[in-house]
């Protein structure tokens, strides 16, 4: 036990060991095979709860063994490197890659930058109050069980159902991307050969459960900030005038796009535009609360990983962003007419600057990203159906978790969702694909608002039940006053994707002969997820007949890692206030 452990309050009885009852379940007297997930004994029901994540305080005897035994089924396998990552590189995908082009293309360079900054302070006020929520409760089933207790079960209930639907769509929407991306090398392979094989290689990884996902994501987000990083300064040289003499950037570039063709591609419609797209593109960010409930000791970990989401959204994003509307005008042929990783526009300026093999690394890149959102698809959903049937809001079978830490039913239930990627063979597959993207597409704004919501109701429910925000290990950014700004937020952008939904970019099509049945497919197409999720809020109610928590009734103690008291922490904080002015500068950037 380190010396800041012992002086924060953690007890180092809190970590199993051989003389633990029989009620704790140690996945390390299990051979390496079984640990890994590949041999047959791996696939057996896990016996108990691990007992593995630190708690944090004074508790001893029964008090302690009853908030162990409180920890989730999964293992705690993740290291702080893996959830580092996933944070910082676990969102930079096809949305930051690929569908950038396509806001580009319908708000302009400006709009691009104004809708992602929206959705970046949006994304700041999830991830610091999600952060302050999961390191005190690191449950499994993460903002879903968060809801539950917090908002109302009935709600939850709609919540987590949405969530699981949500990712279970964009699986083959993300094995649809990664074939076109692909075909950026080769059409000769037939499309259902593609699909059949990503699939397979997703399924290869979950085999080896939460410690295959974990690793996947840190090598695969190292690929991805190189990439981006790489692309900044090669963007930079570019807008100099620094490119090769045979390309397109031979000569300063400065901001003539934005003159020329202009700022706005379709004034303040088009802005409205970007927003769904962006959202799209920090799609993910939220799956280290998922996270924190496979990590041993969240307390130290996640602070770092919530902190590391605003380093990506203004060095990663909005630089990226910017240099790309510096370098492409939005009225390009490649982004009008292309898909895929064609219409990407890392690859576009790539290619347009005459830089030979950088276009390859980046839609190697591209592949690789598709795969890696395609195997969070699979973690996020089966952990959020797992959570459903641990509260009684799915069937039991889904509470199976085997002696590797996976939910095997739910892990499988969303790897068959995957076979929907073969309708790309089919004549009419994009009526079909607008649909699942319209699943999708507002599911992480209901996720987000929510988010917030549960932090406001437990603020409240921690001050009505007599505790003091100083208790709490690591405080939002802000504090509720944040997640209000990211309540509004949500709002404002439901409201102008309402706005597209009825009056679409460019107008309908003037051949189509009834406008009234086009306006209506279209808008449902957009905002189909927002119907879906009060349907889904109805059920539950009809269902449980349950009604919102008040807040001395919210359950503050149940999964609870810090028991720490307000002493306690004065004095944890009082030792860290003597450090170097270097390390608190640190520490206020990085770390908690």
Request: neutral net charge; glycine residues 10%.
């Amino acid at each position: 036990m380190s010396k800041e452990s012992e002086k924060i309050g953690y007890d180092s009885s809190s970590v199993p060991s051989a003389t633990d009852g029989p009620v704790f379940y140690d996945p390390s007297k299990e051979s390496i095979w079984t640990r890994l997930g590949v041999n047959l004994e791996s696939f057996r029901r896990a016996p108990g709860a691990t007992g593995q994540q630190i708690v944090a305080g004074d508790l001893i005897g029964e008090d302690l063994e009853k908030v162990r035994q409180e920890g989730p089924m999964l293992q705690a396998k993740m290291k702080p490197r893996h959830l580092t990552m996933i944070a910082v590189g676990g969102s930079i995908g096809t949305g930051l890659f690929v569908g950038s082009g396509s806001a580009l293309r319908t708000g302009g360079p400006a709009g691009v930058l104004i809708g992602w900054l929206i959705i970046a302070i949006m994304m700041i006020s999830v991830t610091q109050a999600l952060g302050e929520m999961a390191i005190l409760y690191p449950v499994s089933g993460g903002f879903y069980a968060l809801a539950h207790r917090f908002i109302d079960p009935g709600f939850a209930f709609a919540m987590g159902w949405n969530y699981w639907m949500q990712w279970a769509v964009t699986l083959p929407l993300e094995l649809t991307v990664a074939v076109t991306t692909v075909q950026y090398w080769t059409e000769d392979v037939p499309i259902a050969a593609w699909v059949t094989i990503f699939w397979v290689v997703i399924t290869i990884v979950c085999v080896f459960g939460t410690l295959g996902f974990a690793e996947e994501e840190f090598w695969s987000s190292c690929l991805k900030l190189l990439v981006a990083v790489m692309f900044i300064f090669i963007g930079i040289i570019c807008v100099c005038g620094g490119g090769p003499s045979s390309g397109a950037y031979n000569h300063y570039i400065g901001g003539q796009n934005w003159s020329n063709p202009g700022a706005f591609a379709n004034g303040f419609k088009g802005v409205c535009s970007v927003f769904v797209t962006a959202a799209f593109s920090f799609a993910g960010t939220e799956l280290v609360g998922l996270a924190a409930s496979e990590t041993p000791d969240p307390r130290s970990s996640m602070p770092g990983a919530v902190k590391g989401t605003f380093w990506r959204i203004t060095v990663i994003f909005i630089t990226t962003l910017t240099i790309i509307g510096l370098l492409l005008p939005y009225d390009n042929d490649s982004l009008l007419g292309a898909s895929g990783s064609a219409a990407s526009p890392f690859v576009i300026t790539l290619d347009l600057a005459h830089i030979p093999g950088l276009n390859h690394l980046v839609n190697a890149t591209i592949c690789v990203s598709v795969l890696s959102i395609g195997l969070s698809c699979v973690y996020a959903g089966s952990r959020t159906l797992t959570a459903l049937a641990e509260t009684g809001y799915a069937p039991k079978i889904f509470t199976y978790i085997d002696k590797s830490g996976r939910p095997l039913p739910s892990v499988i239930v969303g790897l068959l969702f995957g076979a929907l990627a073969y309708i790309q063979v089919t004549s009419d597959s994009d009526t079909v694909f607008n649909w699942l993207v319209g699943l999708s597409g507002l599911s992480t704004l209901i996720t987000w608002g929510s988010i917030c919501i549960c932090h406001i109701r437990f603020r409240k429910a921690w001050a009505v039940q007599g505790h003091s925000i100083e208790e709490l290990p690591f405080k939002a950014l802000g504090g509720v006053y944040m997640s209000w700004v990211g309540i509004i937020l949500v709002v404002l952008v439901l409201i102008a994707q309402f706005y597209v939904a009825l009056f679409p970019v460019g107008g309908l099509d003037p051949d189509i002969a009834n406008e009234a049945s086009a306006r209506a497919q279209n808008f449902f197409q957009l905002y189909i997820a927002l119907p879906i999720m009060m349907a889904f809020w109805v059920a539950g109610y009809a269902w449980k007949r349950t009604r919102p928590w008040k807040a001395h009734e919210i359950d503050l103690d149940t999964g609870r890692k810090s028991w720490l008291t307000v002493e306690q922490m004065r004095a944890y904080h009082a030792e860290r206030a003597q450090a170097p002015l270097y390390i608190k500068i640190y520490r206020w950037l990085f770390s908690n």
